[in-house]
């Protein structure tokens, strides 16, 4: 049996008119001359999963990693005009964690990752950020890929993150929770993290709001003193 390493997923950027499956992508790809369809599952869009090659068989779907890749693909994925586009059914949605979480079971090593987060990739391809919903649905991703993900300003972590909020600026708790927020959909455990550091960070700015009011006149209402000798 062959080690699998990544479980791909990718489009086959058809129109959400065209009702197609396994058997033609099959012939389309067999005319180019390749033995047989580059897939190993293909999901339609009523959410059937069609059989592609067979699991054993290395596909042709991801140049350079499809000696230990099992490739899956969704059935549209551009608009009528042919723009890329994410127009997948909500029957496609669930067939697709359907089908991942029996490989993952089968291939309990294996990555999720979409077609154009590989290297060297200049695709659209699978024309949705699918390393983040992998991560959502509890899949395991492997990636230095960030077009998804919105970085710290200035290369922060998120404990420099969190101490920003501390600073005491609404427009810098603003940008914290946002920035937070979008790295919660990196990895599962970072959202129980983010909620716990967003409340202490919460507290610690009314905290200091509260704090300068009392202590400077400006903001307690308080004359301020005069400079005159009358």
């Known amino acids: 049996m062959r080690k699998i390493n990544w479980l791909v997923i990718h489009t086959a950027a058809t129109r959400p008119s065209m009702d197609i499956g396994a058997k033609e992508i099959r012939s389309w790809h067999k005319a180019k001359g390749w033995s047989d369809i580059g897939y190993h599952y293909v999901i339609r869009r009523d959410g059937r999963v069609e059989k592609g090659r067979p699991d054993a068989r290395v596909?042709?779907?991801?140049?350079?990693?499809?000696?230990?890749?099992?490739?899956?693909?969704?059935?549209?994925?551009?608009?009528?005009?042919?723009?890329?586009?994410?127009?997948?059914?909500?029957?496609?949605?669930?067939?697709?964690?359907?089908?991942?979480?029996?490989?993952?079971?089968?291939?309990?090593?294996?990555y999720v990752r979409g077609h154009r987060d590989f290297p060297n990739v200049q695709k659209a391809c699978p024309c949705f950020d699918a390393e983040p919903w992998a991560a959502k649905h509890g899949f395991r991703i492997k990636t230095k890929q960030k077009h998804w993900v919105k970085e710290i300003k200035n290369s922060r972590t998120i404990a420099g993150a969190s101490m920003m909020a501390l600073g005491g600026t609404g427009e810098t708790l603003k940008d914290t929770a946002n920035e937070v927020s979008a790295l919660a959909a990196y990895t599962p455990w970072i959202s129980a993290v983010a909620a716990v550091l967003m409340v202490v960070g919460v507290g610690l700015v009314v905290y200091a709001r509260i704090s300068d009011a009392r202590n400077n006149p400006k903001f307690s209402g308080n004359p301020e003193p005069s400079n005159s000798t009358d």
């Open 59 to 110: 596909g042709a779907h991801v140049a350079g990693y499809n000696r230990d890749s099992i490739g899956i693909c969704l059935v549209g994925g551009v608009s009528e005009n042919l723009v890329p586009e994410n127009n997948y059914t909500e029957a496609q949605w669930r067939a697709l964690e359907e089908l991942l979480h029996k490989l993952a079971i089968k291939y309990p090593e294996a």
